[in-house]
């Protein structure tokens, strides 16, 4: 699905060949300039684009700070910034817009401010808040939004709502909307990085390719944890992933990894177990970053990405965005590698594809609880918070809570005691259901068949 | 201008015990390279010429990762084009010193960093800069061509590496120059036991105390059940086995015999060719360059080839052309007896085996095969380089290591990794590698205090870095670039690799049209836009093309007309990715970790990428 070229030809694309999939339509539909001649042609004119542009970057994190200071250098006058983190020592050796004295406080406003003092007439505006927190009107207000998140959740979310977005009522008037917002997604892990350009529709989304990211579980091979630790790190997951669940019989919850009570309990054990084996170098601050399962971070890669995805904003406004090579893949770790990739949409993608209706095979004895659970553990969707809808009756609802207390007696009845279909089917009968999920911003038709 | 701080003493202040332990502000980098890598960084000392944006971007990374020394040399005041341009010259610096304005912003990026500040050009930093005022790396993001081979000759001379970079609108491009630079390249490929890896165990030549425990823990095998059997640490394995074919001595003593009459021999032949060191390996350096920028694989190969066609009367005077044959015939039959050796243990385990199938067999028969399968020589491959070191501290660590290992066989890798099994039998395996890790070291810090050489006294080598060399002596290797020669193409040419080559001709027009461009500028004013301009700008890359011995359609109408419009024009994004792609680079070469770019890096538009080699 990952085509190694570094500049792929428009016509090799499998989206064009497609019937039925939309032409691009967004700042890039005239971009096949790609070539040099188009580059200044009109350097002023095209200058005044950038700046006239709204552009909102989600997360203040190094690549937030990169990307922050480079829209400013280009001079976008209109920015927003909004993360909910505040600044820790251990971001200190990247994230170039804070110092020492700016620890505790706001990432997003710490950095707006930042960027405020050095650019007078650049109007930034920081937000110390969740994405998740925010109403869909705010971020139709924005033509880019810029992401330099820090876990994949986050992108889904942030991707599933460009797609809201972007598709006010369905496909058709999406395509003929005049607005379609574009999100520039940037990650780095150590030496490694990635900027991607998602034009809803036209590009493949976070969605299409969420089997790319890894797994935000566990960093460290159990066995060696268990048996033969070696590095304080091991120590530190022992006492976190075996003592804790088996010591508090979940009497105190799930281990909380902001928690200070829980890392310093976490940390009395590890160093316990470190001292045993004879290994140095349990702190608290590692405790921290191994809970918090903390991606290695360099200033150099977030540099490069942020600033590589800044570009790309003034490539998006200029209208020379390569309209095929959408995703810039990064390694450092031997020379310098840098290449473009074409990525294709995935048919069946839940977010984009035109192939996204869900069907789900179930015993009609089966209590809804299973459903369920085979809506979070399902491949293709892995919902969080799932939540049912049958003809306009909830079904099942996780949140809000008052709605989910009234639900949750559903939980264990059988399917065809709740959903009463048409009689007339001998062996299976068909439900069409609304599948939402207020984790991941995500609404779609599944159609459940009952044998 | 610069500290008069040795590299010795710097060393010696890294030893400081406090900063033992990682702090948080750099908890997030060593998880990458190491605490040791880490101090490496904070004792470094930069020197960047040119204080524009690129050049504040550059220090910028260098000063979040830790560096904590860093030169600025820059002779120009600050524009409002430049307060515009650089992030790091406010509005209120118009008018000053860029240097110096520039060191006082960059502060608050790092309390700790001393940033000093030069008002000067780079001839200025060439004329200023003695010998023996160590620098860790010399980065130039401007100047004119001339003063650009000169500081690169100065750096060539000092074996200090050297980084070239320059943006100019949306082209620029990286051009790095090192002699000699040793990669400890333990750390790179975490997770798997690389060959390297299994020869710093020392199974096949154990060391005594790990023969000792491994017998009076586990031998006889014939006392353990199987469950006991399959929790055994797959090296005692070999060990035990080893131990066996040795035992039957009656039967294989001849046998045995022999094989200690030819290592011994071998061993007299290596110590006969110690480490190249001197002058004289500078004309195959050059050789040998060529391969080392397609491939580093090839380099090596390259690089012992012509290491092995030097004729023995000039690697050593006193040997003649037979006698270092003969010493090449004994070093294969040497490789022969190991291999037979090999195959023994193999067939014994392989006996003991029968009827179970225990996973710590099947390693330690997988790791054997790997040994026996591998196709060049037991020993570290950094005592194969051809070195050229003015660093004589190196170059005489690892000739002690050298003839120590007649005695006591290669220094022991002090880290074990993947081994499973019984907890307890592999934390006291670990602890035995240690001790003798440490025993290696002293006799190695021994031997060159006793050693009778007047340049550098013994016992000022510092015991750190002879135990960085013996616990890294297996996965040590060298890398070169080119000289820097503005006449000769600047050190870059084109890959024959047709794989490589649209991209590396694409950035080759770029690489010449950016060249011309800036002679052109160095000659004549005003460049931009005019056609007449233009044609001249197209036939001197040409020329260039032609004087470098490269084809002239490299360069098209279209780089030319390209680089005249966006010179001059600030595209802020290039800057930071190059300065952030530099200081990378940079980062690597401190640390001698990870693979430098040892060829030209040519960048347009982070869209297009090549490697010009
Ligand atoms: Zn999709």
């Keep these: 699905m990952v085509a190694l070229e570094s500049a792929p030809p428009r016509s090799s694309s499998m989206e064009t060949r497609r019937e039925g999939w939309l032409p691009p339509k967004s700042f890039s539909s005239s971009a096949m300039a790609f070539e040099p001649k188009c580059d200044a042609a009109s350097a002023s004119e095209t200058e005044r684009v950038a700046r006239s542009m709204r552009v909102l970057v989600a997360g203040a994190g190094a690549l937030g700070c990169e990307i922050l200071r480079t829209l400013a250098l280009y001079g976008v006058k209109e920015i927003a910034v909004i993360d909910m983190d505040v600044i820790e020592e251990s971001n200190l050796n990247r994230q170039s817009l804070f110092s020492t004295e700016n620890i505790g406080q706001s990432k997003a406003l710490t950095a707006a401010a930042a960027l405020r003092e050095r650019f007078r007439d650049c109007d930034v505006v920081g937000y110390h808040a969740a994405i998740q927190d925010m109403p869909l009107d705010f971020f139709r207000s924005f033509q880019v939004i810029v992401s330099g998140l820090d876990s994949v959740e986050a992108r889904r979310w942030l991707n599933s709502c460009i797609f809201h977005i972007a598709r006010p009522v369905g496909l058709e008037s999406a395509r003929n909307a005049s607005y379609a917002?574009?999100?520039?997604?940037?990650?780095?892990?150590?030496?490694?990085?990635?900027?991607?350009?998602?034009?809803?529709?036209?590009?493949?989304?976070?969605?299409?390719?969420?089997?790319?990211?890894?797994?935000?579980?566990?960093?460290?091979?159990?066995?060696?944890?268990?048996?033969?630790?070696?590095?304080?790190?091991?120590?530190?997951?022992?006492?976190?992933?075996?003592?804790?669940?088996?010591?508090?019989?979940?009497?105190?919850?799930?281990?909380?990894?902001?928690?200070?009570?829980?890392?310093?309990?976490?940390?009395?054990?590890a160093r316990q177990r470190a001292e045993q084996f004879g290994i140095d170098g349990v702190t608290v601050s590692l405790v921290k970053h191994v809970l918090q399962h903390s991606v290695p971070a360099v200033a150099t890669t977030n540099a490069f990405i942020g600033a590589a995805c800044a570009l790309e904003v003034v490539k998006l406004a200029n209208g020379i965005s390569h309209p095929d090579a959408t995703w810039l893949a990064f390694n450092g770790t031997s020379g310098i590698c840098i290449q473009s990739l074409h990525i294709d949409r995935r048919r069946s993608c839940p977010i984009c594809g035109p192939e996204s209706r869900i069907t789900i095979h179930m015993s009609g004895k089966a209590p809804l609880r299973e459903l369920v659970e085979l809506?979070?553990?399902?491949?293709?969707?892995?919902?969080?918070?799932?939540?049912?809808?049958?003809?306009?009756?909830?079904?099942?609802?996780?949140?809000?809570?008052?709605?989910?207390?009234?639900?949750?007696?559903?939980?264990?009845?059988?399917?065809?005691?709740?959903?009463?279909?048409?009689?007339?089917?001998?062996?299976?009968?068909?439900?069409?259901?609304?599948?939402?999920?207020?984790?991941?911003?995500?609404?779609?038709?599944?159609?459940?068949?009952?044998? | 201008m610069l500290g008069e701080t040795g590299p010795l003493e710097q060393e010696n202040a890294s030893c400081n015990p406090e900063e033992e332990t990682p702090q948080a502000r750099y908890l997030r980098q060593v998880s990458i390279w190491g605490n040791s890598a880490q101090r490496l960084l904070q004792h470094a000392r930069v020197a960047i010429i040119g204080s524009a944006s690129v050049g504040a971007e550059v220090a910028k990374c260098l000063l979040l990762s830790g560096v904590n020394d860093i030169l600025l040399v820059d002779d120009a005041r600050t524009t409002v084009a430049d307060s515009e341009q650089n992030f790091f010259l406010p509005p209120e610096a118009v008018g000053e010193w860029r240097a110096l304005a520039l060191a006082q912003q960059l502060q608050r990026l790092n309390p700790f960093a001393r940033i000093q500040a030069r008002v000067g050009s780079a001839r200025t930093f060439a004329a200023e800069w003695t010998s023996h005022q160590r620098l860790s790396i010399v980065i130039v993001t401007e100047s004119t061509q001339s003063q650009v081979q000169l500081v690169a000759d100065r750096c060539w001379e000092a074996t200090t590496p050297l980084l070239i970079l320059r943006v100019e609108g949306l082209v620029g491009y990286i051009t790095p120059q090192f002699p000699e630079q040793i990669l400890f390249q333990r750390g790179q490929h975490p997770g798997a036991l690389s060959l390297d890896?299994?020869?710093?165990?020392?199974?096949?030549?154990?060391?005594?105390?790990?023969?000792?425990?491994?017998?009076?823990?586990?031998?006889?095998?014939?006392?353990?059940?199987?469950?006991?059997?399959?929790?055994?640490?797959?090296?005692?394995?070999?060990?035990?086995?080893?131990?066996?074919?040795?035992?039957?001595?009656?039967?294989?003593?001849?046998?045995?015999?022999?094989?200690?009459?030819?290592?011994t021999q071998a061993m007299a032949a290596a110590r006969r060719a110690p480490v190249q060191t001197s002058e004289r390996n500078e004309s195959f350096t050059e050789g040998f360059v060529e391969g080392a920028l397609e491939s580093p694989q090839r380099a090596i190969s390259e690089c012992c080839r012509v290491h092995d066609a030097v004729p023995g009367d000039e690697r050593d005077p006193g040997d003649n052309t037979d006698e270092s044959t003969d010493s090449k015939l004994q070093l294969d039959q040497n490789q022969r007896a190991e291999a037979l050796l090999l195959e023994e243990i193999m067939e014994r385990l392989r006996e003991w085996q029968t009827n179970r199938r225990l996973s710590n067999w099947t390693q330690a028969l997988a790791m054997l095969r790997r040994l026996a399968n591998a196709t060049d020589r037991m020993e570290p491959s950094i005592l194969r380089f051809p070195l050229s070191f003015r660093d004589e501290t190196m170059t005489r660590i690892l000739r002690a290591i050298r003839v120590l290992s007649d005695q006591r066989g290669w220094p022991v890798c002090r880290e074990l990794d993947h081994l499973s099994g019984d907890a307890v039998a592999v934390a006291a395996l670990k602890r035995l590698y240690q001790e003798q890790a440490d025993r290696d070291v002293e006799a190695v810090c021994e031997f060159l205090k006793s050693e009778d050489i007047d340049s550098v006294q013994g016992d000022l080598i510092p015991t750190h870095l002879v135990r960085r060399v013996c616990s890294n002596l297996f996965f040590m290797t060298v890398r070169r670039t080119r000289r820097y020669s503005f006449l000769n193409g600047c050190g870059a040419?084109?890959?024959?690799?047709?794989?490589?080559?649209?991209?590396?001709?694409?950035?080759?027009?770029?690489?010449?049209?950016?060249?011309?461009?800036?002679?052109?500028?160095?000659?004549?004013?005003?460049?931009?836009?005019?056609?007449?301009?233009?044609?001249?700008?197209?036939?001197?890359?040409?020329?260039?093309?032609?004087?470098?011995?490269?084809?002239?359609?490299?360069?098209?109408?279209?780089?030319?007309?390209?680089?005249?419009?966006?010179?001059?024009?600030?595209?802020?994004?290039?800057?930071?990715?190059?300065?952030?792609?530099?200081?990378?680079?940079?980062?690597?070469?401190?640390?001698?970790?990870?693979?430098?770019?040892?060829?030209?890096?040519?960048?347009?538009?982070?869209?297009?990428?090549?490697?010009?080699?």
């Excluded at chain 1, 566990?218 to 120590?235: D, I, N, S």
Aim: some cysteine; aromatic content about 8%; glycine content about 6%.
């Design chain 1, 181 to 269: 917002p574009v999100l520039i997604d940037g990650g780095t892990e150590g030496l490694a990085g990635q900027a991607r350009t998602i034009r809803p529709y036209e590009t493949a989304c976070i969605e299409c390719t969420v089997d790319l990211y890894a797994n935000e579980g566990t960093q460290y091979p159990l066995c060696t944890v268990v048996g033969t630790p070696r590095e304080p790190e091991h120590c530190i997951e022992y006492a976190a992933s075996a003592l804790w669940p088996s010591q508090h019989n979940g009497s105190l919850g799930p281990l909380d990894p902001y928690n200070a009570e829980h890392i310093e309990w976490v940390y009395g054990r």
């Design chain 1, 375 to 451: 809506l979070r553990t399902h491949p293709e969707l892995r919902c969080r918070n799932p939540s049912l809808v049958w003809a306009y009756r909830p079904i099942y609802m996780s949140a809000p809570r008052p709605l989910e207390e009234v639900t949750r007696q559903n939980l264990d009845k059988p399917l065809n005691q709740i959903l009463i279909g048409n009689q007339n089917a001998e062996n299976s009968a068909e439900f069409i259901l609304t599948l939402t999920d207020s984790g991941l911003r995500l609404s779609r038709e599944m159609h459940l068949i009952l044998h």
């Design chain 2, 197 to 263: 890896c299994l020869r710093a165990m020392r199974l096949i030549q154990p060391f005594e105390t790990l023969t000792a425990w491994c017998l009076q823990r586990f031998w006889p095998l014939s006392q353990w059940d199987e469950a006991q059997l399959a929790q055994i640490p797959w090296p005692v394995l070999i060990v035990l086995a080893r131990y066996a074919i040795q035992d039957e001595s009656s039967l294989h003593r001849a046998r045995t015999w022999d094989r200690e009459i030819v290592r």
């Design chain 2, 493 to 613: 040419s084109i890959p024959s690799n047709s794989e490589r080559l649209p991209q590396a001709r694409r950035s080759a027009g770029w690489f010449l049209a950016l060249h011309a461009y800036d002679g052109y500028q160095e000659s004549t004013t005003g460049v931009q836009g005019d056609a007449d301009h233009s044609i001249g700008l197209l036939n001197e890359a040409q020329r260039l093309a032609e004087s470098w011995g490269w084809s002239s359609d490299l360069v098209t109408p279209d780089h030319v007309r390209h680089i005249q419009q966006t010179a001059g024009r600030a595209e802020p994004a290039m800057a930071v990715m190059l300065g952030a792609l530099a200081a990378q680079e940079a980062i690597k070469l401190i640390i001698q970790r990870f693979e430098p770019l040892a060829g030209n890096f040519g960048i347009r538009r982070a869209r297009q990428y090549g490697l010009l080699c």
